[in-house]
């Protein structure tokens, strides 16, 4: 994992400082809350219904022991014992006390974390592959890279005030964790047909209210110029991205008016002139920063078992979750372990400070240390020994983590919604704890298989409901929730933006819709196909029949 | 009816500008204004603005309740998550 070195944490301790006194002078009345306003952004404080909320960043979602303990004291010192898991790999408390957040940075910045970079007009916090450094699929660690981004991008003084947020993901393995498609720039590393690894470089993806696939503006970078193209793209974005209207500001608007095509040409014409001006790091610092990222010394072990087999045998829910919630390790005789932030009828995202605290112990004992934040709101333990599951499930069961779910139709992703956001129109969390009770049953969601339902309470999407295979968009109409279906979106690497099934439904009709398009796939459902294959294969009508066929 | 509502400054908390012109977490106790009274209200809310985080309008019944077209957003403000009834001030009011 990486550590922060003396210019790091001198950075991090002089921000939290310069915090402090900016609180100070806004509680005395020296700022008000216009000047304030954007200085707290800056720091991850936001203003919601019921009070702030503190947005933690959690860079490409890899955390240790030490600093997942530290958010569970964290969110039981200054919070209200808990914290929500959100779609961009941080945290965030919803309670904290203007007076207390410098306090918080401080015990944050005590472990290494701040509040850099979750908000405001800047390069985000980067996201990346969950099962990145553990999984057999990827060509090699994207981590790194993530890293270069961060320390790039971190309080860039050209890029401080962009027309808009502007975020970034990165991932190194066929199948896609990270959504690259629907990010501001999504970077697939891969091996070409001469065998040398670089990035697919795709622009200018998003959701909210004008929802695009991003566009390929470059097949192949070599690994080497990633700052330099980074910041050709992000010099024409902040030339010539709107910044009259805050709807048309990403980029997303600026690739799509001016062509992909056009749009390319304008990033190589800038990239030609600054590609060989040592914005790209030099060899050494590529090593270094490598070298904080190398494989941890697993043990050898043989691939397979004996002790997970027999109890897996002996114990028909823990065999379950084994099939569900763990996947392929790259290294013979380990498993990564998925932790469900979804237990059936909760809060997606949610975790209280027990459970914090109960997942920072397993991972010290039997994941080297090391947890991830995934993008659709659960954990992930990435290095644990087969021999070691049955402890950890037993121990994840203690602390109500064990939920066999991932993928399937309770993992649902959820935006905090009206709840407790100033945006929402609508409530998501009460929807996708009524969906999770109604599909409650594990045998029956493990025969439906891989059916991603995602929800968000207004048309800013946070909650990614444009790539749900069944997403679902809160409105308001007339003072009252109503809710959009779309269907057949992704955002994996088969990315597609779902399609409009109809007119809006009630918050009581919307469960049974789901319930309703998920009979659909079960009737007309082919082999192995997953809900979005059958959807594919069938096109919209006969779902659209079933959830408006005369009620 | 209108009432003058804002967060708190120091811990963002929700709260309502009261007869005594003073600020109450309680929906009940708050000032009622109809028309330019209601607007003359907020503008000295707004004059106040070392107590809170921005303050706006909202639409109250006679008996104080939210009403008009921000009723959910407003009752979910006055009570907390309906999610967690455990949290903001219906878990006082409960306890």
Redesign the interface.
């Given at each position: 994992m990486y550590r922060y070195d003396e210019f790091d944490a001198t950075m991090v301790a002089e921000r939290v400082a310069q915090f402090r006194g900016q609180v100070a002078r806004?509680?005395?009345?020296e700022l008000?809350?216009d000047q304030f306003k954007p200085l707290r952004l800056m720091n991850g404080l936001y203003?919601?219904?019921?009070?702030?909320m503190l947005r933690v960043a959690v860079p490409y979602g890899t955390m240790s022991s030490k600093q997942m303990r530290r958010l569970g004291e964290v969110a039981r010192k200054y919070d209200?014992g808990y914290g929500h898991f959100t779609t961009r790999q941080n945290i965030q408390y919803n309670?904290?006390?203007?007076?207390d957040v410098p306090d918080i940075l401080d015990d944050l910045a005590d472990v290494e974390m701040h509040a850099i970079q979750t908000s405001g007009n800047c390069i985000r916090n980067v996201t990346s592959d969950q099962y990145a450094g553990a999984t057999a699929e990827e060509i090699e660690d994207p981590r790194p890279y993530c890293e270069m981004i961060r320390q790039w991008s971190t309080f860039h003084p050209e890029f401080s005030f962009l027309p808009r947020k502007f975020k970034i993901a990165v991932t190194a393995a066929e199948h896609d964790r990270a959504a690259v498609k629907v990010h501001d720039i999504g970077l697939r590393l891969y091996r070409n047909d001469e065998g040398e690894t670089g990035f697919e470089v795709i622009v200018g993806g998003g959701l909210g209210r004008t929802p695009y696939v991003g566009h390929t503006i470059r097949k192949f970078l070599p690994k080497k110029y990633l700052l330099s193209y980074l910041e050709a793209i992000l010099r024409v974005y902040n030339l010539e991205g709107r910044r009259d209207n805050m709807y048309k500001a990403r980029i997303k608007i600026l690739v799509n008016s001016e062509g992909a095509e056009k749009f390319a040409e304008m990033v190589e014409d800038e990239w030609a002139q600054i590609k060989d001006k040592d914005i790209d790091l030099p060899r050494e610092e590529i090593a270094r920063i490598n070298d904080y990222f190398a494989a941890p010394a697993f043990e050898k072990l043989s691939e397979e078992s004996a002790a997970l087999e027999e109890k897996k045998a002996a114990d028909k829910d823990f065999a379950r979750w084994v099939r569900a919630n763990t996947a392929a390790h790259k290294a013979p005789g380990y498993a990564i372990v998925n932790i469900s932030l979804k237990p059936i009828g909760g809060?997606p995202g949610d975790i209280s400070d027990v459970q914090m605290e109960a997942v920072a112990d397993i991972a010290e004992k039997y994941s080297l240390d090391e947890i991830r934040a995934t993008h659709e709101q659960n954990l992930v333990l990435p290095h644990v020994k087969k021999e070691d599951l049955y402890t950890v499930y037993s121990a994840l069961k203690d602390a109500d983590l064990a939920t066999a779910n991932i993928g399937m139709v309770s993992d649902i992703i959820a935006c905090p919604g009206?709840?407790?956001c100033s945006l929402a129109n609508a409530?998501s969390?009460?929807i996708a704890?009524r969906i999770s009770e109604r599909f409650a049953d594990l045998d029956s969601q493990e025969e439906l298989g891989e059916i991603k339902i995602k929800i968000s309470g207004c048309i800013n999407a946070c909650g990614h409901h444009h790539v749900g295979h069944i997403g679902i968009l809160g409105v308001d109409k007339?003072?009252?929730?109503f809710y959009q279906v779309t269907l057949g979106g992704s955002g994996a690497e088969d990315a597609a933006l779902g399609e409009i099934a109809g007119r809006g439904l009630s918050s009581d009709q919307v469960v049974d819709a789901v319930e309703k398009l998920v009979g659909v796939y079960r009737e007309r459902r082919q082999d192995n196909e997953r809900f979005l294959d059958t959807y594919r294969r069938l096109g919209a009508e006969p779902f659209k029949e079933a959830l408006y066929e005369a009620a | 009816m209108k009432a003058v509502t804002a967060n708190r400054l120091e811990d963002g908390v929700v709260v309502y500008l009261s007869n005594d012109n003073d600020w109450t977490s309680d929906l009940t106790k708050a000032a009622r204004f109809e028309n330019d009274d209601a607007k003359a209200a907020l503008a000295g809310a707004e004059a106040r603005a070392g107590e809170h985080a921005g303050a706006y309008l909202i639409e109250v019944s006679d008996a104080g309740a939210p009403s008009g077209r921000e009723t959910l957003r407003e009752t979910i403000r006055k009570d907390g998550p309906t999610v967690r009834l455990d949290l903001g001030y219906q878990a006082e009011a409960s306890s």
């Open positions: 806004r509680l005395s009345g008000t809350e203003l919601q219904l019921h009070a702030y209200r309670w904290p006390a203007l007076v809060i009206l709840d407790y409530r969390i009460p704890q007339k003072g009252e929730e | -």
